[in-house]
C-alpha cells in the first residue's frame, strides 16, 4: 500500500507562486505513475498535471500549462507542484495521486492513491 500526504499550501496573492509536495510511504515510490488534481467546492475532481514513470513525460491541462510545473525526485520518494501565476479561479483543494502504471492518466479513476489534500486559496 502507498500513502501519500501533501503540503505546501497556503494563501497568496494572485500572480504570486506556491510549491506544493507530496511525500509518498508505505511502498517504493518507483514504478508509480503521479499526478495532480483539484476540486472546488461544488465542483468535480479535475485533473491538473502528471508525469509518467516509463519516461517521465509530463501532461497539464490547458488551464495551467505554462504556469504549473510537475516534478519529482525519487530519492526523497516526492513528487512536486511548482505553481506560478497563481490566479483566483486556481484556489482549490488540491490531492496527489498515485497509479500503478508505468504511464498516467488524466482521469480520477484511473488513479490507485490519494493523499487527503492541501488547500490552496488565491486571493484577488
Known amino acids: 500500500q502507498v500513502q501519500l500526504v501533501e503540503s505546501g499550501g497556503g494563501l497568496v496573492q494572485a500572480g504570486g507562486s506556491l510549491r506544493l509536495s507530496c511525500a509518498a510511504s508505505?511502498?517504493?515510490?518507483?514504478?508509480?505513475?503521479m499526478g495532480w488534481f483539484r476540486q472546488a467546492p461544488g465542483k468535480e475532481r479535475e485533473f491538473v498535471t502528471a508525469i509518467n514513470w516509463i519516461d517521465s513525460r509530463t501532461y497539464y491541462a490547458n488551464s495551467v500549462k505554462g504556469r504549473f510545473t510537475i516534478s519529482r525526485d525519487n530519492a526523497k520518494n516526492t513528487v512536486y507542484l511548482q505553481m506560478n501565476s497563481l490566479k483566483p479561479e486556481d484556489t482549490s483543494v488540491y490531492y496527489c495521486?498515485?497509479?500503478?502504471?508505468?504511464?498516467?492518466?488524466?482521469?480520477?479513476?484511473?488513479?490507485?492513491?490519494w493523499g487527503q489534500g492541501t488547500q490552496v486559496t488565491v486571493s484577488s
Open positions: 495521486a498515485a497509479a500503478r502504471s508505468l504511464y498516467s492518466g488524466t482521469g480520477p479513476s484511473e488513479y490507485d492513491y
Open positions: 508505505g511502498r517504493t515510490f518507483s514504478r508509480l505513475a
